[in-house]
């Protein structure tokens, strides 16, 4: 850099510091503060060492440096370069290289470049308001199913999905912790605080039996029929697996896969990508019975413990006609204090449960809820924050 250009430095720096905000790293004034200052005290010569103070002052997460050297290569790129790869590809006879996938958050830094567009300010719009009793956009949005959504509304319900907390009706464990308004009397403690008075008992030591939400372990089938109300039940997943500890994930379609350290990623794009990387069996069969074995063989004593909730997401259209499925429906539900099985197939009032797999689970779980829109989503947050229900299921037993 010369002399001319260090000049504006400090000013790049700040619109470097609103890409990255705009791109969704959490970077704010300190932090760009923190770089003019970082900057100062290395080679602004050196591209290297103005990369590292950069990224050492503004990513505060492993999983954000992808997104930075993006932004930073894009932002800081020589305004010359272009140019010369033009020349290198006349002379190497004008072949282009074949295309490469973009990397995770790509669309996202695009997105952030582009300036924001802002209408002529000579051009006067008119407010038309409705005057007519319709039903508002969000309502619409809350009870539409989400197979009848477009591109758009389904990003929309991504966006409201994201928002939404599960909070799970809290547990005493056998764990206790210091309170002076506990009811139980620690006398261990008591002694102890008494020999730094020469043995003088001044207060009663005393202790409160810990609480904490029971692990979440969800079950989610991905077959071809459950596929679509699977992509958007992820966004859910994936909020719920960043916002609370002890959270398991599992899909589902011809065979078993373990997500639970995918979702754990902090970005959902990269998450994302990171599951259709590890998960093979998208939008196939379903083998409901095999899967749900398995899961009691390999996976139950590792997640189950401690008064774990169970959330089955499928629509029981079992490929192998129900072979198993009871038997292994009932040692799931044996092994979890709650077992809540999640299927679409409830937006429809007339549904009957006639298919040999609906038949072979339902007896075997404590709640049948429906999963099909923003509202139904909501209600089962509300649910899973109240103590189980009783007597809920004894309709659709009676009809299996």
């Known amino acids: 850099m010369t002399a001319a250009e260090t000049g504006k430095l400090p000013h790049n720096i700040m619109h470097f510091a609103r890409l990255l905000r705009r791109a969704g790293l959490p970077v704010g004034p300190s932090d760009m503060l923190a770089a003019q200052q970082a900057v100062q005290l290395v080679d602004v010569g050196s591209r290297a060492q103005v990369r590292t103070a950069l990224r050492t002052t503004m990513v505060h997460r492993h999983e954000h440096e992808d997104l930075f050297h993006q932004a930073f290569a894009m932002f800081w790129r020589d305004p010359e370069a272009a140019n010369a790869a033009k020349a290198l590809e006349m002379l190497a006879g004008g072949k282009e290289p074949p295309p490469e996938k973009a990397p995770p958050g790509s669309?996202?830094?695009?997105?952030?470049?582009?300036?924001?567009?802002?209408?002529?300010?000579?051009?006067?719009?008119?407010?038309?308001?409705?005057?007519?009793f319709t039903v508002s956009e969000r309502e619409r949005l809350n009870t539409m199913d989400f197979e009848a959504m477009s591109a758009e509304e389904i990003a929309q319900a991504k966006s409201e999905i994201r928002k939404l907390a599960l909070p799970l009706d809290m547990r005493r464990t056998r764990r206790r912790?210091?309170?002076?308004?506990?009811p139980h009397t620690d006398l261990r403690a008591t002694i102890r605080n008494s020999l730094r008075h020469g043995g003088e008992i001044f207060d009663i030591a005393a202790t409160r039996k810990v609480e904490r939400p029971p692990p979440l372990v969800v079950l989610c089938d991905i077959s071809g029929s459950m596929s679509r109300y699977a992509q958007i039940l992820l966004h859910f997943l994936h909020a719920v697996a960043n916002d609370r500890d002890h959270v398991s994930t599992f899909l589902f379609g011809t065979r078993l896969s373990n997500i639970t350290r995918q979702l754990r990623h902090r970005d959902a794009e990269v998450a994302f990508q990171m599951v259709s990387h590890a998960v093979p069996d998208w939008s196939g069969g379903t083998r409901i019975g095999e899967a749900v074995e398995r899961f009691n063989r390999d996976w139950s004593r590792r997640v189950l413990g401690q008064g774990a909730v169970v959330l089955l997401v499928t629509d029981g259209l079992d490929r192998e006609g129900a072979k198993g499925l009871a038997e292994a429906m009932d040692r799931l539900h044996r092994s979890c204090s709650r077992l809540v099985w999640l299927n679409p197939l409830l937006r429809w009032d007339g549904f009957q449960p006639r298919s040999q797999g609906i038949r072979a689970m339902l007896p075997h779980?404590?709640?049948?809820?429906?999963?099909?829109?923003?509202?139904?989503?909501?209600?089962?947050?509300?649910?899973?924050?109240?103590?189980?229900?009783?007597?809920?299921?004894?309709?659709?037993?009676?009809?299996?």
């Open 107 to 132: 669309r996202r830094l695009a997105e952030a470049m582009q300036p924001k567009r802002e209408p002529p300010p000579d051009v006067k719009q008119e407010e038309k308001i409705e005057a007519t």
């Open 177 to 182: 912790r210091p309170d002076p308004s506990g």
């Open 365 to 400: 779980v404590d709640e049948f809820r429906p999963v099909h829109n923003l509202a139904s989503l909501r209600d089962l947050v509300a649910t899973l924050s109240r103590p189980m229900p009783r007597g809920g299921m004894e309709r659709w037993r009676t009809a299996a």
